[in-house]
Nanobody
Framework: QVQLVESGGGLVQPGGSLRLSCVAS????????MGWYRQAPGKQRELVAF???????????NYTDSVKGRFTISRDYAKDTVYLQMNSLRPGDTGVYYCNADKIFTPSGVADYWGQGTQVTVSS
């Protein structure tokens, strides 16, 4: 059974920083991509940042426009972990942040997975 567990959310003032972590556990052979989505109250879930394997150490990273220059996604392939460093946080960044893993390969097959979500609140 594969699980994604997020941590690092909380309450922060505008301009502050938070670092989210997401660890994938289970009988994992490999993971193609990992990243973060968020859902604000009354809004649809949106992609924030994603990193996919491309044969290099850095991988391919994509960000939604509103977080470019403020958020940085990184991945520890040995630990099946993805991080999201969030700087210069704004009230508009408030929401539940969900970890997503795209194509986790196990002996049973391949599937996508979601974490349970972690709340990020940016407020003074």
């Amino acid at each position: 059974q594969v699980q994604l567990v997020e941590s690092g959310g909380g309450l922060v003032q505008p301009g502050g920083s938070l670092r989210l972590s997401c660890v994938a556990s289970g009988n994992i052979i490999s993971i193609y991509g990992m990243g973060w989505y968020r859902q604000a109250p009354g809004k649809q879930r949106e992609l924030v940042a994603f990193i996919t394997s491309d044969g290099t150490d850095d991988g391919t990273r994509n960000y939604t426009d509103s977080v470019k220059g403020r958020f940085t996604i990184s991945r520890d392939y040995a630990k099946d972990t993805v991080y999201l460093q969030m700087n210069s946080l704004r009230p508009g960044d408030t929401g539940v942040y969900y970890c997503n893993a795209d194509k986790i390969f196990t002996p049973s097959g391949v599937a996508d997975y979601w974490g349970q979500g972690t709340q990020v609140t940016v407020s003074s």
